[in-house]
């Protein structure tokens, strides 16, 4: 873990002047990281626990990361999809800027396409044009063709908020959509959801401001057959700084509610209600605590039938819902200071999600599984990542059909992949019953239907169609099949 220094009264003095602080010769070098929102400044020095993993046992993660660049960059948010429309899952990755030092020189946006094997190169595949410093990003078909878009919220700077349309080879670069506020904000976080039910994705952003107005409104952007609206047509009656933003259907009426959470100054994170489509505009629940909270949540954790939610407190904390009430449920037990982001995800794939959150100032990645609808307290996996921590995304890179993990850092390497371990793949073997036999065969030919494994429908791999070991599922894997078949699995 890397250590954590309360910076000086003369290190915050630089950065709020602007000035690089002077270096003496000598090691250890002087290194200060900022927060993709700018709530937090750290000094780092190395330590003799940076990228060690600690397993509790059940976890589906190794102890090494399986892939990670060589780029210094400040990423704010990562995002796994298939955004080049070949069948494989890809890695977009949004970067910002910040008065850390040594300075960053580069803070574009990027995506590493996945290479047609199930891993990513070396460099970016793809950089944006703009540079802008990029607080979080989401994917999504927001302009009601077949491809996925990215939208980017951004920040420092009072930067707009911008949309890179996709198209058959993948998003331009070039955004082809900004935003246009009433009054500039800092865009913390961003969930794209169609809150109307008219079929398309609409945008709700998590704001703030700068000092001494630091305090912004939520927005909503109505998104009307494809076509997204600059201008908010729904905004809170309340300002605060707000760190997550997520829907889903709390109290059982049908339409679904909006969760924030909110950073400190007497704020305190909570619920607005949707009503028949339209969202109030004061939360009809809050948590009843003002604390640094960065990060909202839902999902159905117990199997009850109704969405819980995970606040990114200090440490996090879980309201279950039963009926339309939340109930504080789950604390963990770290001690730690709020996440800067978190995601649940079904890493174990046992019908359950799962929690993993990772933290800026020590960079420490901690996975909570769910045993049985109950998220246990004290982690079963820990990555103390080797720079300031400050982003996560959760899918299948590989092809394996397990979800895998990507890891963002402000640092050096920046980004890290663990991928989830499953059983090894067993060619031919389609519904992985450990036998290859004729009840394969139906799922065999529909595997030659698709050009990867980024939208298979299945539990069993995609890959174990590959039986010629080409790395691709083609006409050439039909004989190998055919001859494999009464074969058992290793």
Not at 58 to 84: K, M, Y
Not at 215 to 242: A, C, H, K, L, M
Not at 350 to 377: P, W
Not at 387 to 403: C, I, T, Y
Request: proline share 8%.
């Amino acid at each position: 873990m890397s250590h954590l220094r309360r910076p000086s009264l003369f290190v915050v003095c630089l950065l709020v002047l602007g000035a690089a602080p002077v270096l003496e010769a000598g090691p250890p070098a002087l290194r200060i990281e900022v927060s993709p929102d700018g709530q937090q400044v750290v000094v780092l020095e190395p330590s003799p626990t940076d990228s060690l993993v600690t397993t509790r046992g059940g976890a589906p993660f190794g102890t090494t990361p399986d892939w990670q660049n060589n780029l210094r960059r400040q990423v704010s948010s990562l995002e796994i999809g298939d955004l080049n429309n070949d069948g494989w899952n890809d890695l977009a990755v949004g970067c910002y800027s910040s008065q850390s030092f040594p300075p960053y020189t580069d803070w574009e946006n990027l995506i590493y396409y996945n290479t047609g094997s199930g891993t990513l190169p070396a460099d970016p595949s793809w950089v944006s044009t703009d540079e802008v410093s990029t607080s979080d990003i989401k994917l999504g078909r927001l302009n009601a063709d077949a491809y996925l878009d990215i939208f980017a919220g951004n920040g420092a700077g009072l930067a707009k908020n911008v949309i890179y349309f996709g198209g058959p080879a993948g998003p331009s670069p070039t955004p082809g959509w900004i935003s246009n506020e009433p009054i500039n904000c800092w865009t913390n976080a961003v969930t794209l959801f169609d809150i109307d039910h008219d079929g398309d994705l609409d945008v709700f952003t998590g704001n703030q401001g700068v000092s001494p107005t630091p305090f912004r409104r939520i927005y909503g952007f109505r998104n009307d057959g494809g076509v997204v609206n600059p201008t908010p047509y729904w905004q809170s009656d309340d300002e605060s700084i707000t760190g997550g933003v997520d829907f889903a259907d709390y109290d059982g009426d049908g339409w679904e509610d909006l969760a924030v959470s909110k950073w400190t100054n007497g704020h305190q994170s909570g619920v607005y209600k949707s009503a028949g489509g339209t969202l109030q505009t004061l939360p009809v629940w809050t948590t009843g605590q003002s604390s640094t909270e960065r990060g909202a949540l839902w999902s159905d954790l117990d199997g009850n039938g109704w969405p819980d939610l995970v606040i990114g407190h200090g440490p996090p904390q879980a309201y279950y819902n039963t009926n339309g009430i939340l109930t504080l449920t789950w604390t963990a037990q770290t001690n730690s200071s709020a996440p800067q982001d978190m995601r649940l995800a079904d890493v174990d794939r046992d019908g359950d999600d799962d929690f993993v959150e990772i933290q800026f100032s020590t960079g420490m990645v901690r996975l909570h599984m769910n045993n049985g609808g109950a998220l246990e307290t004290v982690p079963s996996w820990t990555y103390d990542s080797p720079g300031a921590g400050s982003a996560l995304a959760v899918g299948d890179l590989n092809g394996d059909n397990f979800p895998d993990l990507a890891v963002g850092n402000s640092g050096q390497p920046c980004i890290f992949i663990f991928f989830g371990q499953g059983p090894a793949l067993c060619p031919g073997d389609m519904n992985c019953d450990g036998v290859v036999d004729f009840d394969d065969i139906d799922l065999f030919v529909e595997a030659l239907g698709y050009s990867g494994p980024a939208n298979w429908p299945h539990n069993c791999a995609w890959l174990n169609a590959d039986c010629d070991a080409s790395g691709a599922v083609t006409f050439d894997d039909i004989d190998p099949f055919v001859a494999r078949i009464g074969l058992s699995c290793p």
